[in-house]
């Protein structure tokens, strides 16, 4: 069965700092995608960083990256210059690339800033 | 801006009350999905369309049915709500097509069930 793991129920990090959430899944699949989703207080899930697993190259959104290592089958992600905004519940998310619908979310992390 | 709205953000009923919690879309997006949100459990899959009265079942379908009578709307019912299905519900859609697209996701509705 696919899994995700987020072994971090909680995590704070000073402002201007860097940060890194952990994430391992489960899959027997060759072709599938790797998502961040970040989920702030009370307002709507949106997605952060998407990895393609075909992809070699780490995927980059301004402060937030991946380090996607496909054998160890860990997707981390990095908050840089961390801000009072991040402060969130980030999911890990895994879908199959040849599956139009089904994805599976790991336990989310909650991250603190602190000023 | 894709918008995915859902009925209510808050709902309270009694035990054995049929609950209905409504999903809405603006972008023509052919799929659609319900989940529950429980802390340490991440977002379960309860069912999810991928067309106008076609459903599927997920991963936690027990006490729970849908509805899908328009490409815009999905709806979830709790046929006779119980204390354990307390819980925060996120509706999503995305396009039914290959590649890394993403899921969008309505604010949430935090029903409690006394």
């Known amino acids: 069965a696919q899994t995700v793991t987020q072994s971090q129920p909680e995590m704070s990090v000073q402002e201007a700092e860097t940060v890194t959430l952990s994430c391992t899944y489960d899959t027997s699949e060759s072709d599938y995608y790797l998502f961040w989703y970040k989920q702030p207080p009370s307002r709507q899930m949106i997605l952060v960083i998407r990895?393609?697993?075909?992809?070699?190259q780490n995927a980059t959104e301004n402060r937030f990256s991946v380090n996607f290592q496909k054998a160890a089958k860990s997707f981390s992600l990095k908050i840089s210059d961390s801000q009072l905004g991040d402060a969130a519940m980030y999911f890990c998310?895994?879908?199959?690339?040849?599956?139009?619908?089904?994805?599976?979310f790991g336990p989310g992390t909650s991250l603190s800033v602190i000023p | 801006d894709v918008k995915v709205t859902q009925s209510s953000r808050y709902l309270v009923k009694r035990t054995g009350e049929k609950v209905f919690l409504e999903c809405v879309q603006d972008?023509?997006?052919?799929?659609m999905f319900w989940y529950r949100q429980d802390p340490g459990l991440g977002l379960r899959l309860i069912y999810f369309s991928y067309d106008v009265k076609m459903k599927e079942k997920g991963d936690i379908p027990e006490g729970y049915s849908v509805s899908r009578e328009k490409k815009e709307r999905f709806s979830l019912i709790l046929e006779s709500a119980s204390t354990n299905q307390t819980s925060m519900y996120l509706c999503?859609?995305?396009?039914?097509?290959?590649?890394?697209?993403?899921?969008?996701f309505g604010p949430g509705t935090r029903l409690t069930v006394t």
């Open positions: 999503a859609s995305s396009p039914r097509q290959a590649g890394s697209y993403e899921q969008y």
């Open positions: 998310a895994y879908r199959v690339g040849t599956s139009y619908d089904k994805v599976i």
């Open positions: 972008m023509d997006h052919e799929n």
């Open positions: 990895q393609e697993a075909y992809k070699q």
